[in-house]
């Protein structure tokens, strides 16, 4: 089984650009997670999409943070502008289903805003 | 706080010995998960145990839960210098369906 896809791995921007990140997730997984991990902390939920529909996004920064999920499978999170307290690793998550059942985590796109 | 909170921050062991993570949380759970982290990876997904159950067995890793005293451990048995991580723990909590993780124990096995 493929694991959660996501690119790049690692993105240096300036303070005030923009960035893109992708995230494909393992076929049939109805939720995927977007969620930010700042050095030295636990991961932060950022968004839940079930299929396409956002289920939780009280936690995402939505003046600067967007993020979509076509056709219920592939995902971007968007920062438009970045900030330096953006620095950090971005993971996309996904599972069969809600309720926490196990997911598989992609292997991240480290993100250095300077 | 709907997340867990996990204890001790950091543990320093030697290879062979066994380690324990306890985790705290403060509203109801459906279940509660343990994820691994290595430096610079991605979190792998340990072990699952749902509210109902009060242990859990995956090789050389034991999970308890008492949902009376909202508490969580994490045992690893015979530890291994690649046991060398940060540990999680996610309570998803019923309602919402939120998985909200700790800031995790940092584990050093010395070999």
């Known amino acids: 089984e493929a694991g959660v896809a996501q690119s790049p791995r690692y993105k240096i921007i300036e303070k005030r650009q923009s960035v893109a990140f992708w995230c494909n997730p393992i076929?049939?997984?109805?939720?995927l997670y977007w969620y930010q991990q700042i050095l030295g902390q636990g991961p932060k939920l950022l968004i839940q999409?079930?299929?396409?529909?956002?289920?939780?996004d009280s936690q995402l920064p939505k003046d600067r943070f967007s993020a979509e999920r076509l056709k219920g499978v592939d995902s971007t999170l968007k920062i438009q502008p970045a900030k330096l307290e953006d620095s950090a690793v971005y993971l996309c998550a996904s599972s069969p289903r809600q309720g926490g059942y196990g997911y598989t985590f992609g292997s991240g796109t480290r993100l250095t805003v300077v | 706080s709907q997340q867990g909170e996990e204890d001790p921050q950091a543990l320093s062991i030697q290879e062979g010995e066994n380690a324990t993570m306890n985790c705290s949380y403060k509203t109801s759970i459906n279940n509660l998960q343990w994820y691994r982290q290595n430096s610079g990876r991605g979190l792998v997904h340990l072990i699952l145990i749902r509210s109902n159950e009060r242990e859990k067995h995956s090789g050389r890793l034991r999970v308890t839960l008492d949902t009376s005293k909202k508490s969580s451990s994490l045992l690893i048995t015979a530890s291994r210098a690649a046991d060398t991580a940060s540990y999680f723990c996610a309570p998803t909590h019923t309602g919402g369906f939120k998985t909200i993780f700790g800031a995790g124990t940092r584990l050093f096995v010395k070999a």
């Open positions: 076929s049939g997984h109805a939720t």
């Open positions: 999409f079930q299929n396409n529909g956002v289920v939780d």
